[in-house]
């Protein structure tokens, strides 16, 4: 019997060999989670996300396999506003996410999340997340007006201005955004909106800017 | 019009994914039709090559995995379906990692670890199965392997593995790979 079992065993491995190792991270995690992963300043890579509990988790994966950490109970609102989870060069980690009923900011500085209130709160529920080569932190969100705002911090605080404006023709609407910051610290945001006239969607503008210096410049729209 | 997915640093730029007219581009490259509520990540590696994971609708599907050297080459993630969320990154040992969520399921990882060598294939159309071995190096993919039930060619059980041929079973699943140890 023990002769066969080797040659089976070949046949199996050459029919179904796969390239991939899948593996089950957290079974708790809540269903359709938004999620992002990370590689930190020591080469680990964090994926952040939320629970069913309601927790905002992160998954670090190092040697031994996956350590998962609580942040805070909250939740991101929305999974088309990225990203709400970054990590500096000289090792912070930093979450974006409600909660309570308003924004707030975790970082992961040593081996604490520390949390504060997102500093622009009063003019968005929640924003993005990114660090740029410097360690310095950006964020961009749309305000109650729906302009779409980007700041970063200063050694005096937060500040933070407009970018872009676009065109919504009808009152049935939504956003979308994308951000980050290049190497050579230039922050670049990717804006969009649609509005409906129901039951369809009517119209929608897209726009790929970025900042030069001392304005924001659009790539296309 | 495109819809952000993913924008991320390239170079002194940026590289970006967005959805528009049921084609997932990167970079205004098509690279799969999709629907208009899938979801994706995005990563560059070293040498600059993209990597691109998503999931094809927002209903429970399972993942798909992209890079780009002469041409975009897709595959299909083995395993479990995802939905809502994914994001790509690579790893300190080169491995390309995928996370992504599911409908019931919790979160899941897909590690490949040479998954950027390009196999041609005869057409879209017909593709064989990948029968390419996955080569480990390094202390902490060999680690991994604890994990897994481990044959050498002959069938027999292997608990600590050396250099050369084994091949895996994960977990519970009935599946079965190939795996080479470098050291």
């Known amino acids: ?221 | 019009m495109p819809i952000p997915l993913a924008l991320v640093p390239r170079g002194d730029s940026v590289g970006y994914v967005s959805l528009g007219d049921g084609v997932l581009l990167c970079d205004s490259e098509v690279v799969a039709s999709v629907a208009d509520n899938s979801v994706a990540g995005l990563a560059y590696t070293a040498e600059d090559v993209p990597l691109l994971a998503w999931v094809p609708r927002g209903l429970s599907a399972r993942p798909y995995f992209a890079f780009k050297t002469d041409r975009w080459r897709t595959r299909r993630l083995p395993g479990q379906t995802g939905m809502g969320g994914i994001d790509i990154e690579t790893s300190s040992d080169n491995e390309v990692v995928i996370v992504f969520s599911t409908q019931g399921a919790g979160l899941w990882c897909a590690m490949g670890t040479d998954v950027l060598e390009v196999r041609e294939t005869p057409s879209a159309e017909v593709r064989t199965p990948d029968r390419g071995p996955t080569v480990l190096s390094g202390a902490s993919s060999v680690r991994r392997l604890a994990s897994c039930v481990l044959f050498d060619a002959t069938g027999r059980r292997v608990t600590v593995p050396r250099a050369g041929v084994y091949f895996v079973r994960e977990g519970r699943s009935s599946e079965v790979r190939r795996v080479v140890v470098v050291r």
Request: proline letters at 5%; aromatic letters at 14%.
């Open chain 1, 1 to 221: 019997m023990k002769n066969v079992v080797g040659p089976v065993l070949l046949l199996a491995a050459l029919a179904l060999s796969q390239d991939w190792i899948v593996e089950q991270v957290d079974p708790t995690a809540a269903a359709a989670s938004p999620v992002e992963l990370v590689k930190a300043a020591d080469g680990r890579l964090w994926a952040c996300y939320r629970t069913a509990a309601g927790f905002m988790r992160a998954a670090c994966l190092g040697d031994s396999g996956w350590s998962l950490t609580d942040i805070c109970w909250g939740y991101v609102p929305t999974n088309v506003w990225r990203p709400f989870f970054a990590a500096s060069p000289h090792g912070e980690l930093c979450l974006s996410c409600v909660t309570g009923d308003s924004g707030w900011l975790f970082r992961l500085v040593g081996d604490s999340w520390q949390g504060e209130p997102y500093s622009f709160a009063a003019r968005a529920m929640c924003g993005t997340v990114a660090y740029d080569t410097a360690g310095r932190l950006h964020t961009a969100f749309v305000d109650t007006a729906g302009d779409f705002c980007a700041g970063h911090e200063t050694d005096s605080g937060w500040t933070a201005g407009f970018v872009a404006r676009l065109s919504i023709e009808g009152p049935d609407h939504g956003d979308a955004a994308c951000f980050t910051v290049a190497p050579d610290c230039r922050p670049w945001y990717f804006a969009y909106v649609w509005w409906m006239k129901p039951p369809q969607l009517w119209g929608e503008e897209a726009s790929l800017m970025h900042f030069s210096g001392d304005s924001w410049t659009t790539v296309w729209n």
